[in-house]
């Protein structure tokens, strides 16, 4: 596509649900990240993709999170059990290659936990 | 521990005058500098970038200047517009194999 693709674009979910977050990459671009933005925060790095593996996921800040990028295309963004403080933002980006200085980012995803 | 700061949250100008957005970061092995604008609702959008080779870097109104010696980059925008009114982040990163470090944030208001 034109830019990278978020959705759903707005979520709200009672607590101890379970989310999934979607991101369609700029059409190429072999490079995904997951970033989020909680009130009053800067972006906080979560997870990166190199084709479909994830070299590191130590950003991820529990184990109720977890990605998964299929067809070297779209990823999902999965949380399990949400709690409160998972309100936020969560944004991805694409890139051309890990190497490229420049990502390219979608509008992201508002995820309220209620 | 914060690699990337903004230590203003906010900043207001009037239009016509110059803004300047300031960013500091620890980590010395960055060594590739961007500059994001982000509207409410829309995602980051890249502004202007400067490699630690160079000390400045121009595009139209947008200037990124770097002081290596300091661990210091700051942006000028002049003349600062109403548009311009967004919030700024500052990201960094080394040449491995790490992605984006972005700062908090400063919010611009560019008042008419």
């Known amino acids: 596509g034109a830019g990278v693709s978020q959705s759903p674009s707005n979520k709200v979910t009672e607590k101890g649900k379970d989310v999934e977050l979607r991101c369609d990459p700029i059409?190429?671009?072999?490079?995904l990240y997951w970033y989020r933005q909680s009130l009053g925060q800067g972006l906080e790095f979560l997870i990166y993709?190199?084709?479909?593996?994830?070299?590191?996921k130590s950003g991820l800040p529990s184990d109720r999170f977890s990605a998964e990028r299929t067809g070297g295309s779209v990823s999902t963004l999965t949380i399990q059990r949400t709690q409160q403080e998972d309100s936020a933002v969560y944004l991805c980006?694409?890139?051309?290659?890990?190497?490229?200085?420049?990502?390219?980012f979608g509008e992201g995803s508002w995820l309220t936990v209620v | 521990d914060q690699q990337v700061k903004q230590n203003s949250p906010s900043l207001s100008v009037q239009e016509g005058r110059i803004s300047i957005l300031n960013c500091d970061y620890t980590?010395?092995?960055?060594?590739?500098f961007l500059w994001y604008k982000k509207y409410p609702a829309e995602g980051p959008t890249f502004l202007i970038s400067i490699s630690s080779i160079k000390d400045k870097n121009e595009d139209g109104r947008f200037t990124v200047f770097l002081n290596k010696s300091a661990k210091h980059l700051s942006l000028h925008i002049v003349p600062s517009q109403p548009g311009d009114s967004a919030v700024y982040f500052c990201a960094a990163r080394d040449s491995g194999n790490t992605p984006l470090v972005f700062g908090k944030g400063t919010r611009l208001s560019v008042i008419a």
């Open positions: 980590n010395s092995m960055f060594d590739y």
């Open positions: 980006a694409s890139s051309s290659g890990f190497v490229t200085n420049t990502i390219y």
């Open positions: 993709f190199q084709g479909n593996s994830a070299p590191d």
């Open positions: 059409s190429g671009h072999t490079a």
